[in-house]
């Protein structure tokens, strides 16, 4: 089970198993959608309208979009910046997991509710994500930096990109799109844990202990990742426009490119420019990613939590 379960007394799941879990199920689900996360960022810093109806802009369709930037840039783009985006996924998943267990354990020994209870986990899954993502924003951050940039590079190395960034834009810069990150995380991260534990309670037998991963664990994190992505998507499309701002040089080359002054200027602009549509920009990629990456996220992390649970109950 994700979060503090009282039905398994005999070993007790400590934060720090919980972070080592997270941590590990980060870095494998990273590795395997990277290629997902690159196109869905480039659908969603396009200005010009998605659509292979009527193509205005460089990218219009998921297989053009993997076609051009397989043709003009390499193979190695789809994990471009992946060294950032596998930092932000270890660093992610080690305090989103942590915290998790931490507050439903909190919740259930200290409260009238049970850490059972679907509200429970989304009221701590939201604050788990919101923690997680204060802590990690710099590496979203360059992340999209490294993911944004075409060819020839502006940014040549991690540290390059830390210095430069620092340097011409200042701190403040590695939190850029905090605002509405925030704001999207919390639901978001709430629906995926709420979803998921209903699922799950849903489709496992009523006696059974927490499960330890398996085809269960892979499809209710699925299904999780594609309810909570399509009701706060807009949020992520807008965290990624105020990421780049700064960085209009380098995306040039791709077609239209905008600064915004803020958060509200971003979602006004957009709306006024590229009408409704354009808080989408993106969504089918990104669909295919959250539900690719948080199945594959909750099946590792109780594959990882059954493994250390039972190293721990051998010693």
């Excluded at 354990?105 to 899954?125: A, L, W």
Aim: with cysteine.
């Amino acid at each position: 089970m994700v979060g503090y379960d009282p039905r398994s007394s005999n070993v007790v799941l400590g934060p720090e198993e919980a972070a080592l879990a997270g941590s590990a199920a980060g870095m494998v689900t990273r590795a395997l959608i990277s290629p997902l996360d690159v196109i869905k960022i480039r659908f969603q810093l396009q200005i010009e309208q998605v659509s292979s109806r009527r193509p205005q802009g460089k990218y219009w369709g998921l297989l053009q979009a993997s076609r051009c930037i397989y043709t003009e840039e390499g193979l190695p783009a789809f994990w471009k910046g992946h060294v950032p985006a596998q930092l932000l996924s270890i660093c992610f998943g080690a305090v989103q997991f942590a915290t998790f267990e931490i507050l439903t354990e909190i919740v259930h020994k200290n409260t009238p509710y049970s850490c059972q209870t679907p509200g429970v986990h989304f009221v701590c899954g939201g604050l788990a994500a919101c923690s997680a993502t204060v802590a990690c924003q710099p590496l979203d951050t360059l992340r999209t930096r490294f993911a944004a940039q075409g060819e020839p590079k502006i940014y040549q190395s991690l540290r390059h990109a830390v210095f430069t960034m620092y340097q011409t834009e200042g701190l403040f810069t590695f939190y850029r799109g905090l605002v509405p990150t925030l704001v999207a995380v919390f639901p978001y991260a709430g629906l995926q844990f709420f979803c998921y534990n209903v699922l799950k309670s849903l489709t496992e037998p009523q006696n059974s202990e927490s499960s330890k991963g398996g085809i269960q664990s892979l499809l209710c994190g699925s299904l999780s990742g594609v309810i909570s992505k399509t009701m706060t998507y807009p949020f992520d499309l807008f965290k990624k426009r105020l990421q780049v701002a700064g960085f209009e040089e380098a995306r040039k080359h791709f077609g239209q490119v905008r600064s915004y002054h803020g958060f509200l200027d971003c979602v006004v602009c957009i709306a006024k420019e590229e009408g409704v549509r354009g808080f989408y920009k993106g969504l089918y990629p990104s669909l295919l990613k959250a539900a690719v990456s948080t199945g594959l996220t909750f099946f590792s992390y109780e594959v990882f939590v059954g493994l250390l649970i039972s190293l721990k109950g051998n010693h």
